[in-house]
């Protein structure tokens, strides 16, 4: 079936640049996603880029796509410690408004 | 308000027992779905409802039923709970027409089966 994986974990100390990274299956997929849970909350949506986009930009975050490798990749600039929380990589499976989740990756920022 | 609103929050239940999570929203999105997260597996699909008329099981459908009881209320049962159904749920809306690619979800409910 279709999957979508990531590193469990990455830890960083504030500041630095943190960079998530995700590999998906389905090629079909109309958007690929990164949501963000902080503890106790429901998942945030935090960007999304469009298949045919190899990169968007929105303040802090930079998502680098690579749909040859099918690699998904959230760069977060000038790390904060609010930024610690876990982050979800998602595709939107067969176009169909059902989101394949990776299993999350728990950024630990350090001061 | 929130959007979407689960009730319970927590619940703690015993095995064999039925349950109902309930979920609603404001939003006028005519897609509903409910999704569990387990620690180290991220959120899965387990049944999903495009409108009011139309429901489809999704990747762990087993030992789970829903009901879409108006395109706002959409409901999860567990018929006889299990203790491998302990786990944090939650619903989610959207809406390509309208609300663009995003899906908004509730703040989930903590299920404990004991």
């Known amino acids: 079936g279709e999957d979508v994986e990531q590193s469990l974990f990455l830890s960083v100390r504030e500041g630095d640049s943190s960079v998530i990274n995700c590999t998906y299956t389905d090629s079909s997929s109309t958007y690929l996603y990164w949501y963000k849970q902080e503890p106790g909350a429901g998942l945030q949506l935090l960007t999304y880029?469009?298949?045919?986009?190899d990169m968007k930009q929105d303040q802090r975050l930079t998502v680098l796509l690579n749909k040859k490798d099918k690699h998904l990749s959230l760069r977060i600039a000038d790390t904060q410690t609010g930024d610690s929380a876990i982050y979800f990589c998602a595709e939107d499976y067969n176009q169909g408004g059902k989101l394949i989740f990776g299993q999350g990756t728990e950024l630990s920022v350090k001061p | 308000d929130a959007d979407v609103t689960q009730t319970p929050r927590n619940r703690i239940t015993k095995t064999g027992k039925r349950i109902m999570l309930e979920c609603s929203q404001t939003k006028g999105h005519d897609r509903m779905y409910w999704y569990r997260q387990d620690p180290g597996l991220g959120l899965r699909l387990i049944y999903y409802?495009?409108?009011?008329?139309?429901?489809n099981k999704g990747e762990i459908s087993d030992g789970y039923s829903v009901s879409r009881q108006a395109q706002a209320k959409f409901s999860l049962s567990l018929e006889s709970a299990i203790p491998n159904q302990t786990a944090l749920y939650f619903c989610a809306t959207s809406d390509p027409r309208t609300g663009g690619p995003e899906a908004f979800f509730g703040q989930g409910t903590r299920l404990t089966v004991v």
């Open positions: 880029i469009f298949s045919n986009m």
């Open positions: 409802s495009f409108d009011v008329k139309d429901i």
